[in-house]
């Protein structure tokens, strides 16, 4: 405990915190009085009405290449190696619609796009799908989102001029889905008429 208040005192550049449950761990990256820098991870588990447990480690910037590649090797072996298998791998998932959302590669999936490179970046269909998620037993939701966006000329506008039933004739799009697609244009269209 006495380590943890000499660290404590000097003030942290970055900070960075994660929990679960009743465990948080704090990272913090701190200046030294002779100017060099390190990390501090602390551990802190909670028992009862501010009752914690606390552990730190201080990591020192010339040890921290070392820790890294150190803490690297230790994971590929627990996860690809011959050491105890902690972290077990993803199984892989067999794409039962090759011509659905999860046969595109991720960078090309409207969603990961939209987070990757922004909304602007999105075709109009490619937007729309991120409103309907799903399309129907014969079309993929980009296919439907393509066939919506071609009846109208691929101008985002001319929806506004569709009605629940107009949209509801499209194979795949039922009451819910043309309620949520109306409601976001009459969320853009009251947001491009405020000043």
């Known amino acids: 405990m006495e380590k943890l208040k000499a660290a404590t005192k000097y003030p942290s550049l970055v900070s960075e915190s994660f929990g679960h449950g ?6 913090d990256v701190k200046k030294a009085v002779n100017d060099s820098h390190f990390i501090l991870v602390t551990s802190s588990e909670r028992y009862g009405e501010n009752q914690y447990h606390r552990q730190t480690v201080q990591l020192w910037e010339e040890d921290l290449a070392f820790f890294v590649e150190a803490l ?3 994971l590929t072996q627990m996860t690809c190696g011959d050491g105890p298998q902690l972290f077990s791998r993803a199984p892989m998932e067999v794409v039962k619609d090759p011509t659905g959302m999860k046969a595109l590669a991720s960078e090309d999936r409207p969603r990961e796009k939209l987070h990757a490179f922004g909304a602007g970046s999105l075709r109009n269909a490619e937007l729309l799908a991120i409103l309907l998620c799903t399309g129907s037993s014969e079309l993929s939701v980009l296919d ?8 109208v000329k691929d101008e985002p506008a001319r929806l506004l001029t569709r ?9 795949g799009v039922g ?10 244009l009459e969320l853009g269209r009251r947001a491009f008429l405020c000043p």
């Open 163 to 171: 009605t629940t039933e107009d949209l509801c004739r499209f194979r």
């Open 72 to 74: 690297s090797m230790v």
């Open 22 to 27: 009743k465990k948080h761990y704090f990272i």
């Open 175 to 184: 009451t819910a889905k043309a309620a949520t697609l109306l409601a976001a």
């Open 144 to 151: 439907l989102c393509e066939t919506i966006m071609l009846s």
